[in-house]
């Protein structure tokens, strides 16, 4: 059984950072391709950016590109996502999720474990 747990969130005003994480625990975290989407209220699901098995290839919505980061650190199974320059329209709910598929990050069923999620709320 993979259980993913996210942490992290809080209040944050705009032009500020945060940082979220992810911790893997049950399989090889290592096996696994990570993803952080996000949902606002009344929105669906959207992808924010994802890094491969090995840290070597990471992923970025147009929307985050240049403000956040993905980043991975396999002895601690735990997947990051450190955000700046924070805005409002980034307030919503995080959720990282794992998958063992290849290509695609942005389609959340490529993922076959999901976290619960962590709110990170930016105000004006």
């Known amino acids: 059984q993979v259980q993913l747990v996210e942490s992290g969130g809080g209040l944050v005003q705009a032009g500020g950072s945060l940082r979220v994480s992810c911790t893997v625990s049950?399989?090889?975290?290592?096996?696994?391709?990570m993803g952080w989407f996000r949902q606002a209220p009344g929105k669906e699901r959207e992808f924010v950016s994802a890094?491969?098995?090995?840290?070597?290839?990471?992923y970025y919505a147009d929307s985050v590109k240049g403000r956040f980061t993905i980043s991975r650190d396999n002895a601690k199974n735990t997947v990051y996502l450190q955000m700046n320059s924070l805005k409002p329209e980034d307030t919503a709910v995080y959720y990282c999720?794992?998958?063992?598929?290849?290509?695609?990050?942005?389609?959340?069923?490529?993922?076959?474990?999901w976290g619960q999620g962590t709110q990170v709320t930016v105000s004006s």
């Open positions: 049950g399989r090889t975290f290592g096996a696994y391709a």
């Open positions: 890094i491969s098995w090995d840290g070597v290839i990471t």
């Open positions: 999720a794992a998958s063992q598929l290849s290509g695609a990050p942005e389609l959340t069923s490529r993922y076959k474990y």
